[in-house]
């Protein structure tokens, strides 16, 4: 059986092989554009669906407690965020960053003792999707709150 070959005088390109190369290719592509759009553009519109879609939530407080988060980019540079982590049984974990300082911290956090229900101001689309978040170790924040009992 002689083989077909083009005017090179290369063997002819397998049809085959051709079209697993361009699915290779293609899930290859798929996959970047996945990434690049649940970790780099995701998060921002997330955060812009919050700020435009605010919801009310009562939780009952189980804890409340002042800390102070880090962050540093690959060329060293780095800030503190101060926040109060809260923890509700029928909430879960909330974070509230907005107008926590270092200075005010402790006290906002005795704000929301233990057994306390509040009413939390929260982006619903944090909310609608706190479970995948907690699989990827975000935490829904909160706006406000208000201490009802």
Avoid at 5 to 12: N, R, W, Y
Avoid at 122 to 141: A, F, H, K, M, Q
Wanted: glycine share 8%; with cysteine.
């Amino acid at each position: 059986m002689m083989k077909h070959k083009t005017d090179t005088g290369l063997p002819a390109a397998n049809p085959k092989r051709s079209r697993k190369n361009v699915g290779v290719l293609a899930a290859w592509l798929c996959g970047i554009l996945l990434f690049v759009a649940v970790f780099l553009i995701g998060p921002s519109v997330l955060r812009a669906y919050d700020d435009a879609h605010l919801i009310t939530k009562t939780c009952q407080v189980t804890s409340a407690n002042p800390e102070t988060s880090s962050t540093v980019s690959r060329a060293g540079i780095g800030r503190s965020n101060q926040q109060i982590v809260i923890e509700s049984a029928d909430c879960g974990t909330l974070l509230l960053r907005v107008g926590v300082t270092k200075e005010n911290r402790a006290d906002v956090a005795a704000e929301l003792t233990s057994g306390d229900d509040c009413r939390f101001i929260i982006g619903e689309g944090s909310w609608n999707i706190r479970d995948l978040l907690r699989i990827l170790r975000v935490t829904p924040e909160v706006q406000s709150f208000t201490v009802i009992s």
